[in-house]
């Protein structure tokens, strides 16, 4: 798995790709987030969009993630989850959760809602 780290307003986007799954993938998106919530980002959004295959491990993480910021004061996003990605969101009724937008300005737009 790759994580691509980029600002775009007051949100730390992150590109993810590969495959987000037990091991290292999950382990690396988790210690991603912790060091953004550890110097203050708050506004964290997931670029989903190469991201090829995720197992219940990968949703793990994004859960344990979003809370950890929340306990920051913040809030995880989900653009761009396709095909077995947003299927597996679906399933699970995590889309709920964390509700998949079509592009970034409007998950940009959700953080300030």
Do not use: C, W, Y
């Amino acid at each position: 798995m790759e994580i691509r780290t980029r600002q775009r307003d007051s949100a730390v986007v992150l590109d993810v790709s590969g495959r987000l799954t037990a091991g290292a993938g999950a382990d690396q998106l988790r210690g991603t987030i912790a060091q953004l919530a550890g110097e203050g980002k708050k506004r964290v959004l997931l670029n989903l969009r190469d991201l090829a295959f995720m197992d219940s491990t990968g949703l793990g993480s994004l859960a344990a993630s979003s809370e950890l910021l929340r306990r920051h004061g913040g809030h995880l996003g989900v653009v761009n989850a396709r095909g077995p990605v947003r299927h597996v969101f679906q399933i699970t009724r995590l889309n709920k959760v964390f509700p998949d937008f079509e592009d970034e300005d409007a998950a940009l737009a959700s953080f300030a809602a």
